[in-house]
């Protein structure tokens, strides 16, 4: 079964753009979710998806949104880009949604720097 | 305010011999708990689980233990092997009806011959 596929896997923009990164989970998972890694930050939770529907969000600011969709891929947007969105993105997949018990697996990440 | 701590940034151990992960948190509403495995610019790996109802769980060269009470949680590697470095990340959640993990800061593992 092939695994959590992320794309595209490195991305430059620049200040004030907006970017819009994609997540194709395991075939059959149901719930996506989204991290951001950076190395004064570690892995920090952005927000979850459970049958196109938003279950929780992170403490981010409003730039930060997504969305899911009925075939449970799932697109993360980042709009008026700054230096420090300038991270690795993580996607991560899990088969039933319900939370405990259920573990989550990771795509490869996108690497984004914003100049 | 870090609810899930590892404490030691880093570790070395010879091939061979015993890797102890450790990993502390604060809110007593964590119910599941993971390890992940992780090298640069790639994502997590997941390693081992164990949820609170149990005190240990045991998959190959991983055991993982849980001392509820003193919130705590140890990854052991036995043996190690130098494929094994990399960073390790302990990882919780505790709500039901959702996905959201809270993750340590990471430990880096160099296994050396």
């Known amino acids: 079964k092939a695994g959590v596929t992320q794309t595209p896997r490195y991305l430059i923009k620049t200040r004030g753009q907006q970017v819009t990164l994609s997540c194709s989970p395991i075939s059959g998972h149901r719930s996506v979710s989204w991290y951001q890694q950076t190395p004064g930050q570690g892995l920090q939770f952005l927000f979850e998806?459970?049958?196109?529907?938003?279950?929780n969000k992170g403490n981010f600011p409003g730039r930060f949104s997504g969305r899911q969709f009925s075939n449970s891929r799932s697109e993360m947007n980042v709009s008026t880009l700054e230096l420090g969105d300038s991270a690795l993105y993580l996607c991560a997949s899990s088969p039933l949604g319900r939370g405990i018990a259920d573990t989550q697996y990771f795509g490869p990440g996108t690497r984004l720097t914003v100049l | 305010d870090q609810q899930v701590k590892q404490n030691s940034p880093s570790l070395s151990v010879q091939e061979g011999r015993i890797s102890i992960l450790n990993c502390d948190y604060t809110n007593s509403m964590f119910d599941y708990f993971l390890w992940y495995k992780k090298y640069p610019a790639e994502g997590p790996t997941f390693l081992i689980s164990?949820?609170?109802?149990?005190d240990k769980n045991e998959d190959g060269r991983f055991t993982v233990f849980l001392n509820k009470s003193a919130k705590h949680l140890s990854l052991h590697i036995v043996p190690s092997q130098p494929g094994d470095s990399a960073v390790y990340f302990c990882a919780a959640k505790g709500a039901y009806n959702t996905d959201k993990l809270i993750f340590g800061t990471g430990t880096r593992l160099q296994v050396f011959p």
């Open positions: 998806y459970f049958s196109e529907t938003q279950r």
């Open positions: 164990i949820s609170s109802i149990k």
